[in-house]
């Protein structure tokens, strides 16, 4: 079975650009998260999305959006690149929505802004 | 890959040797908890998880204690492999009111080295 599909695997972008990074969960899942992980510290979260619905929000700017499609694949787009935006962005996927689902992680897509 | 532990509290420990790695969580009202492995270039991979009306739980090789009182996690790793060097994450899900999501904190983390 193919785990938690995340692309591309690495991006390299210019300041004041846009980017999407696309998710596919695991089969059977129909919650996606996304966190970021910016190097030397832990993931942090930014949106969960469970049955095309935003779930929940982090602490990110509203240059971060994202969307859930029917097939419960997700795209996290980030406006107005800046250079703080450099990081992994990791995708996750549960089964359910609710509390106390543990996640799967994919391997992530290292963005980088110069 | 690239590293993710650059600046993280290091553990060192010898190839069979017993490694603890301890977790201070935030919140008093978080329920559930799962200690992640990530390796460099990898996402988090899933080792243990305990739900906060447990104490103890333990998996192959592992296992995770959970202290409510003073908010400390901690994993036992038993016979330490050079496979387990990596960066160990401790998450929290605190069920906050009147939501119903998914969202965890993460700890930021702890390498452990093994050596050979």
């Known amino acids: 079975d193919a785990g938690v599909t995340q692309s591309p695997t690495h991006l390299i972008k210019t300041r004041g650009q846009q980017v999407t990074l696309r998710c596919s969960p695991i089969s059977g899942h129909k919650s996606v998260s996304w966190y970021q992980q910016v190097l030397g510290q832990g993931p942090q979260f930014i949106f969960q999305y469970y049955e095309k619905e935003e779930r929940g929000r982090g602490n990110f700017p509203d240059r971060f959006s994202a969307r859930q499609f029917p097939n419960y694949s997700s795209e996290l787009n980030v406006n107005a690149l800046l250079l703080g935006d450099s990081a992994l962005y990791l995708c996750?996927?549960?089964f359910g929505g609710g509390a106390n689902y543990g996640y799967t992680f994919g391997s992530g897509t290292r963005l980088t802004v110069v | 890959g690239e590293s993710v532990g650059l600046h993280l509290p290091t553990l060192s420990v010898q190839e069979g040797d017993n490694s603890i790695i301890n977790c201070a969580y935030s919140?008093?009202?978080?329920?559930?908890f799962i200690w992640y492995k990530q390796e460099s270039g990898k996402g988090p991979q899933f080792i243990i998880d305990i739900r906060s009306n447990m104490d103890k739980r333990q998996g192959q090789r592992v296992t995770v204690l959970l202290n409510k009182t003073v908010k400390h996690l901690s994993l036992q790793i038993a016979a330490t492999q050079p496979g387990d060097s990596a960066v160990y994450f401790c998450a929290e899900n605190m069920a906050e009111r009147g939501y119903n999501f998914n969202k965890f904190y993460f700890g930021s983390g702890t390498k452990l080295n093994v050596k050979p």
């Open positions: 996750a996927s549960s």
């Open positions: 919140n008093s009202a978080s329920d559930y």
